[in-house]
């Protein structure tokens, strides 16, 4: 399982579909390693810190992972690029150490990581490519290439080859059958894939784990643990794609409801910047909380909500998504509140709260407002019903699909 993004859980663990595909194929007999970066995304852990070797291979939660060196890309995007590149050529030189797999499940950063499949196919490995995101459509949604830039032309035919040439493509977004069709890239449309080899696989939640851990782990907070006021929850990355400032500009609106508080978890580099702009046009409504919760403890945390919050830049996911924060709000059974108006939407379509693209921050706030207004019945109606999609997408019932491509 090639993720350079991947890392042991306890350790500011990222990418957990990854890790719990490995836990389950491992349980299925699979003798599986997990490759990844030495650096851990997102964090100053470094598992090759101090040492000079390429790699280094080590168990984690039963798991065995490769650590292969990687540079600090900080929050720059070229050198972010580079690093994804460079981490896909170096699987040839630790080639010794991983072995001679007989099937690879890349999980793409396209088209910087394109060279796995070149290291899979020298392997004679089956190539199961893994799609969490889609670059580079991501690039151009958000401005950082023009849709005629020749770069970016090149960038859809790699990753059209890399779709074509996979044994399988699996991917995290429901309306992935329709992507590729947008694009004419499919057989009916003169194009090289057959949607047969394209399969949808949700990262999904999972329950037990979840619910355990709810139990067992709390935070001592007198904000997030007060009774008296009406905690609206954002948890997750405070970067540009995340738009939480379309939060702040609702907080604004929401100065009149004093027992009303927007709680705000996570980090990023947007997050300094919205820090002093609350502190600057006196929003006292808004509590900036920890950067980083450990995964144990953030079911407690979206437990206390009375709403949970997903927040998007406009148009985000136009294809469906499978954010891992979107599910542990589902099992979280509270209503749901999100700003992006997803075409392919679980929240709307089963009822679980208010999806919406909202025109500014007053409408924004206004659905906030809407959702905090629910009677106990209709609380307790999507407390059901959130616990009910959440075992839809119970991780064991999404790994077993991913089994079935292993074994065809």
């Not at 390429?54 to 060196?69: A, K, P, Q, S, T």
């Not at 355990?212 to 709390?218: L, T």
């Not at 950067?291 to 009375?306: F, K, S, T």
């Not at 025109?359 to 209709?378: P, Q, T, V």
């Amino acid at each position: 399982m090639v993720n350079k993004d991947a890392a042991p859980i306890k350790e500011y663990g990222t990418h957990l579909r990854t890790i719990k595909q490995a836990h389950y194929l491992q349980e299925l007999g699979y003798d599986v390693k997990i490759i990844c970066s030495a650096r851990v995304y997102n964090s100053d852990i470094n598992h090759l810190e101090g040492k000079k070797d390429l790699c280094i291979e080590e168990m984690h939660d039963g798991v065995h992972f490769v650590f292969v060196r990687s540079a600090n890309y900080g929050n720059s995007i070229v050198k972010r690029a580079v690093a994804y590149l460079r981490f896909a050529l170096r699987l040839r030189r630790v080639a010794t150490r991983i072995g001679k797999p007989n099937i690879i499940v890349h999980t793409s950063r396209i088209p910087f990581d394109a060279p796995v499949y070149c290291f899979a196919k020298r392997c004679k490995a089956r190539y199961i490519l893994d799609i969490t995101d889609l670059w580079p459509m991501e690039f151009e949604h958000f401005g950082l290439l023009k849709a005629k830039s020749p770069i970016l032309r090149l960038f859809y035919r790699i990753e059209r080859s890399l779709y074509s040439k996979a044994d399988h493509v699996v991917m995290s977004m429901e309306g992935c059958h329709a992507y590729i069709t947008d694009h004419k890239w499919d057989k009916e449309n003169g194009g090289p894939i057959d949607l047969n080899k394209v399969h949808y696989i949700n990262n999904g939640i999972d329950l037990d784990e979840f619910d355990r851990n709810a139990k067992e782990y709390s935070i001592d907070d007198s904000d997030l643990n007060n009774p008296d006021i009406t905690k609206v929850i954002y948890l997750g990355s405070v970067r540009k794609a995340n738009n939480v400032g379309s939060l702040i500009d609702a907080a604004k609106h929401l100065m009149s409801n004093p027992d009303l508080r927007i709680f705000i978890y996570g980090d990023g580099p947007e997050r300094e910047a919205l820090e002093q702009r609350c502190l600057k046009e006196g929003f006292c409504n808004v509590l900036f909380k920890q950067r980083w919760i450990e995964p144990q403890y953030v079911p407690y945390v979206l437990h206390q909500a009375d709403i949970n919050i997903l927040n998007y830049a406009q148009g985000w996911a136009p294809y469906g998504g499978s954010m891992n924060k979107m599910f542990i709000s589902f099992a979280a059974g509270k209503p749901i509140v999100c700003n992006a108006g997803m075409p392919y939407s679980p929240i709307r379509d089963y009822n679980l709260g208010i999806d919406q693209a909202f025109a500014d921050g007053r409408e924004y706030a206004d659905a906030i407002l809407k959702a905090s207004n629910l009677s106990h019945k209709e609380r307790e109606e999507i407390h059901s019903k959130c616990r009910k999609v959440a075992e839809e997408y119970h991780i064991p019932n999404q790994n077993r699909k991913l089994v079935t491509l292993c074994e065809l």
